[in-house]
């Protein structure tokens, strides 16, 4: 039976919350026509090679156990969206922006950047990187290189765009790369978490909407983890009497609650023909947490 692409967008969902490390056999053929990514170090698979920044991976230990070696992913393997595509029968990983050319275009794009947040001065700390405004102006660039692969026929192309996955993942280093970090950011003083995870969501659905006119149709949003419960985080405030940084967690719970809303109105008929998936990623990454015996062989820092 034919897989739609709403389908596979509803599994998706499903899939990436139970992702382990273990690999997937590829699907027999390709379920959607590409796969476009945005995000942060979680999903970044070269883009940030070239840039003066901290926030890279492209040496060992990184890619110990991939089989292209250390690619500028931020892992020892693959990424969960790595796997993703393998699932969905894509032949190939989907190309990082930054080497993505020509036809290569068709199967999707990769515009994730270590350190990037919603807002353009978050990870700065860190040094040169993309942050989500600037990965959706680069989605906007591909669109009109698209654009060209298609004759200039903009109802072919939007036909195209509107049956592939989105995947988009932020948020984590507006709080540890930003709020959290008040010696070199000021947006602890200047904003109540409340405010805070308010300020962010705005400039996010603004973000998520341009994706939508640019031809999103079928997107998979995640939630922020509980990073307070991260080996950083827990050596950081060690002197917290809990496993985990409960302010941390707190302020994550206010913007992934709003974010929720979000897609709701998204799905209500705010974006028309929008398909959005909500991730809660918190709540998996807190039962696991929790769990974790339960779970199998999995050792908490």
Known sequence: MEINGERVLLVLSLIMGCFAARGWSQAQQQQVPCFFIFGDSLVDNGNNNGMVTLARANYRPYGI??????????????????????????????????????????????????????????????????????????????????????????????????????YSGLGSNDYLNNYFMPNFYTTSSDFTPKAYA??????????????????????????????GCIPYQLARYHGNSSRCNENINKAIILFNTELRKVVDRFNAGQLQGAKFVYLDSYKSSIDLYQNATASGNIFLL
Request: glycine content about 10%; aromatic content about 10%.
């Open 198 to 227: 308010a300020a962010l969501i705005q400039d996010y659905t603004r973000q998520l909407t341009q994706l939508h006119s640019l031809g999103a149709r079928k997107v998979i949003v995640t939630a922020v983890g509980p990073i």
């Open 65 to 166: 156990d991939f089989p292209l070696g250390a690619t500028g992913r931020f892992t020892n393997g693959r990424t969960f969206v790595d796997a993703l595509a393998q699932l969905m029968g894509f032949p190939r990983y989907i190309p990082p922006y930054s080497r993505a050319r020509g036809r290569q275009l068709l199967q999707g794009v990769n515009f994730a950047s270590g350190a990037a947040g919603i807002r353009d001065e978050t990870g700065d700390n860190l040094g040169a990187h993309t942050s989500m405004n600037g990965q959706v102006s680069n989605f906007a660039s591909t669109v009109q290189q698209m654009r060209r692969l298609f004759r200039g026929d903009p109802n072919a192309l939007s036909t195209y765009l509107s049956k592939c996955i989105y």
